[in-house]
Every structure is written in structure tokens, then in C-alpha cells.
């Protein structure tokens, strides 16, 4: 899954990393304008002080030279300027210097003079860190500035919105108490508030329209069923009835008790779907397996087989605890045949029932789906693991279902795990 990240902390880093490539461009921008800023200056003063000295020769005042700053001296013909860039010696600072340097011919009172002026140059280097680091440092404290200014603006503007968003999240559609929404003066944060009313409204309007229907249909329900098996006692007690109708009302019978069934998981699916199931207390499951296993004893069912390496206790409601205790335990034991043993295993958060079985199944991926069976037997209706799923969904569980095949004898085993940790 891909890993969220906040609303504000999203914005925050796309302002930060905006900044950074505008401090890195205007940074470079920066330094080549000041780098040719600076060229045009020292060409300036170098034509400036050329101009000087070719003002003092024509004014016959005496020829002097200054190395490596200016030198003077008479040649016989005349060559074009040049400027350029070299590197000489330079006594004051003892070492090579770059220099920016002017060289030009000039005839003054008919001589011909040759007219050199340097003027040290800057490093690129050192222009560049002088603009990087001065650049940078004016960026970061602008930077902090805008960011908590811009942070804290938008947690103001923001606030409606996650204010609503908790309203949101703690919103109950069993609850009868009004969703409680913050107004803003922003249009589009307001619009939100509307549809929000609306929509919640409409949930739980039909929310509680699809309860009473089905609370309604399962009475509805029972009450026939009810009427049908009176009848059929009433025929068993009062009639004589030969072998062929009593196996036809045996099967109806089986076929109400059936119908029951089914009603009654249906409505428990239902209520599940709903969040009609907000009691959460300390349930130990150990202790309910072994209630369970002495009350299928009394049933002449005394194939299962508990083992208990830790005591496993977990938060729920204690009603769906049984149905699904009862579930994973009835589904084992309708599918194994000739008494086999079932064996039931608990640690501290992981519950594992185990039944016989010659063959995997056919659709293991589908065991979970509701309605669905595996092959053909009249006494699962199809939702028993259905709801083991969904109350595994409740709560956070993980079931899984594995066949492990056997090299020995050739009877394998149908492995149901619950994972309780959340």
C-alpha cells in the first residue's frame, strides 16, 4: 500500500524544494551577472587609466612606467589594441596573479608609444562563494520565515477542514446525535460542509430504512416458519402417516431448520455490515473453546481435541465471539467424516482448527465468500465461514484457510487460522 503523507506536510516540501531550485538558479544567475558586472568595471578603469597616461605624453610630461600595474615604452610602428587576460608576477603579493590587461599603440608627437595597463582580477572562486554562501544565507533565513509563516497561515485556513474531517471520522450511523460541522469562509470548504450534511443524512436516513426492512423481513420470516412446523407436528401427532410422507416431512423440516439458519446468519451479517455491534469487553476464547467442546460432548460429538499453549484473550463483543467460535467448529465438524479427530490449537493471539481431508479444495480462494459451498452438503447454507470472515473485517483479524496434504497415509488436513493481533 502506498504510504500517505499529510496535507500540510505535502505542501510544505513542495514550497521547500521550489525554494531550493530558486535559490540554486538565481544563485548562478547571480554569480555570472556579477562576474560580467565586474569584467566591465576593470575594462573601464584599464581604457580610464590608458586615457591618463596618454594624456600626460601629450602634455611632453616624462614617460614612466609602473610594473606590472603600467609601462610605457616608444616602438617603431603601430598594432591594434588588445585586451585580454594573463598572468604575471606580482612583487607586492609574491606569487602569480591573474590580470586583466590593456595593451595599446599610440602615436603622440610623432613617437610611437606602447601603452600596457593591468588591474588585478578577482578569482572566479572566490567570487562564487562570496554569491553562493551570501545568496544561500539571505534564502535560509527567508526561508524560515515564509515556511512557519506559510505553515501556520495554512493550518488556520486548513482548520475547518480538519475539523470536519474528525467529525467525520468519529460519525456513527447508529448514533441519532447530528454530525456537528464546522462553517468556513472559504466557498470551497463551505460547498464540502453542504454536501456532507447531505450525504450523511442520506446514509443514515436509509440506514435506518434498510434496518427496519430488515428487521421487518426476518420476523416476517420467522412467523411463517413458525406456522409451518406447528402444521407439521400437528400432522406428525395427529395422523398416521406411512414411511414415504414421514421422509417427506422429516425433509421439510430440515428444510425450515434450514430457513432458520439462514435467516438468522443473514440478519447477523447485517448487523455486522451496520455496526450494530458496539459492546467490546475481555473475552477469553480458551475458556469459551472448552465450553463449547463439553457442550458438543453432550451431543455424543467427542472427536475435538483442544490444545492450549497460552491463554488467548482478545477485545470484542462477547455475542460474535460465540458465533465465531461455533462456526469454525461446526464447519469442521460437518466435513469430517467417520469420527475423525478435530483438533483445535490456541496461543496467546493465533487460534488454529484442523479437520481431516482426503482432497484440497476445489476454489480454496472463494471459502470466505458468502453463499458460496464446497460441493454439495445439504447442511451448510453457505455463510457459516462468510461471517467468520466479517467478523474477522470488524475487528482487524486475519483468517486464513491452507490444505496441508499428508505423505503417510494419504489424509490430509483442512488448516483454518485466525491471526488476532491487530
Known amino acids: 500500500m502506498e504510504k500517505k503523507t499529510k496535507l500540510i506536510r505535502k505542501t510544505s516540501k513542495t514550497f521547500l524544494l521550489t525554494g531550493l531550485v530558486l535559490a540554486i538558479l538565481s544563485s548562478i544567475a547571480l554569480y555570472f551577472y556579477t562576474k560580467n558586472l565586474l569584467q566591465k568595471e576593470v575594462e573601464e578603469e584599464l581604457y580610464s587609466t590608458e586615457a591618463r597616461v596618454e594624456a600626460s605624453l601629450n602634455l611632453n610630461k616624462q614617460v614612466f612606467s609602473l610594473p606590472p600595474v603600467a609601462e610605457v615604452k616608444t616602438v617603431e610602428d603601430l598594432k591594434p589594441t588588445v585586451l585580454k587576460d594573463t598572468v604575471i608576477y606580482d612583487p607586492s603579493q609574491d606569487e602569480m596573479e591573474l590580470f586583466r590587461e590593456l595593451s595599446t599603440y599610440k602615436n603622440i608627437n610623432n613617437v610611437y608609444y606602447h601603452i600596457t595597463v593591468r588591474t588585478l582580477v578577482v578569482e572566479s572562486e572566490d567570487i562564487l562563494l562570496a554569491i553562493v554562501?551570501?545568496?544561500?544565507?539571505?534564502?535560509?533565513?527567508?526561508?524560515?520565515?515564509?515556511f512557519y509563516f506559510n505553515t501556520a497561515r495554512n493550518l488556520q485556513l486548513w482548520k475547518p477542514f480538519f475539523d470536519n474531517l474528525e467529525?467525520?471520522?468519529?460519525?456513527?450511523?447508529?448514533?441519532?446525535?447530528?454530525?456537528?460541522?464546522?462553517?468556513?469562509?472559504?466557498?470551497?470548504?463551505?460547498?464540502?460542509?453542504?454536501?456532507i450534511l447531505l450525504l450523511t443524512n442520506k446514509v443514515r436516513t436509509d440506514y435506518q430504512n434498510l434496518k427496519q426492512f430488515t428487521e421487518n423481513v426476518s420476523h416476517e420470516i420467522q412467523t411463517p416458519l413458525a406456522i409451518i412446523q406447528a402444521k407439521i407436528d400437528n400432522i406428525?401427532?395427529?395422523?398416521?402417516?406411512?414411511?414415504?410422507?414421514?421422509?417427506q416431512i422429516t425433509s421439510i423440516q430440515q428444510d425450515i431448520q434450514r430457513l432458520?439458519?439462514?435467516?438468522?446468519?443473514?440478519?447477523?451479517?447485517?448487523?455486522?455490515?451496520?455496526?450494530?455491534?458496539?459492546?467490546?469487553?475481555?473475552?477469553?476464547?480458551?475458556?469459551?473453546?472448552?465450553?463449547?467442546?463439553?457442550?458438543?460432548?453432550?451431543?455424543?460429538?467427542?472427536?475435538i481435541l483442544h490444545t492450549s499453549n497460552a491463554q488467548l484473550v482478545t477485545m470484542m463483543d462477547p455475542f460474535l465471539t460465540d458465533i465465531l467460535i461455533n462456526n469454525l467448529i461446526s464447519n469442521a465438524i460437518k466435513y469430517t467424516k467417520n469420527n475423525e479427530n478435530i483438533e483445535i490449537v490456541t496461543t496467546s493471539n493465533v487460534l488454529t482448527v484442523t479437520n481431516s481431508g482426503e482432497h484440497p479444495l476445489d476454489n480454496p480462494e472463494k471459502i470466505f465468500l458468502r453463499l458460496y459451498r464446497e460441493g454439495n452438503n445439504a447442511q451448510s447454507s453457505g455463510l457459516g465461514l462468510a461471517i467468520v470472515k466479517k467478523i474477522c473485517e470488524f475487528y482487524g483479524f486475519t483468517p486464513t484457510y491452507r490444505f496441508q496434504p499428508s505423505i503417510i497415509n494419504g489424509q490430509g488436513a483442512h488448516i483454518f487460522q485466525i491471526d488476532f493481533n491487530k
Open 260 to 303: 432458520k439458519q439462514l435467516n438468522k446468519r443473514i440478519t447477523t451479517l447485517t448487523k455486522i455490515d451496520n455496526n450494530q455491534f458496539v459492546n467490546v469487553e475481555e473475552v477469553n476464547i480458551t475458556n469459551l473453546i472448552n465450553e463449547k467442546i463439553e457442550g458438543f460432548k453432550e451431543l455424543e460429538i467427542r472427536h
Open 236 to 247: 406428525i401427532n395427529e395422523h398416521a402417516i406411512n414411511d414415504k410422507q414421514f421422509e
Open 133 to 146: 554562501f551570501s545568496n544561500i544565507a539571505i534564502f535560509v533565513i527567508a526561508f524560515i520565515f515564509l
Open 167 to 195: 467529525q467525520m471520522k468519529t460519525f456513527s450511523l447508529a448514533s441519532e446525535e447530528p454530525i456537528d460541522l464546522a462553517d468556513s469562509d472559504i466557498l470551497e470548504f463551505s460547498e464540502l460542509k453542504t454536501q
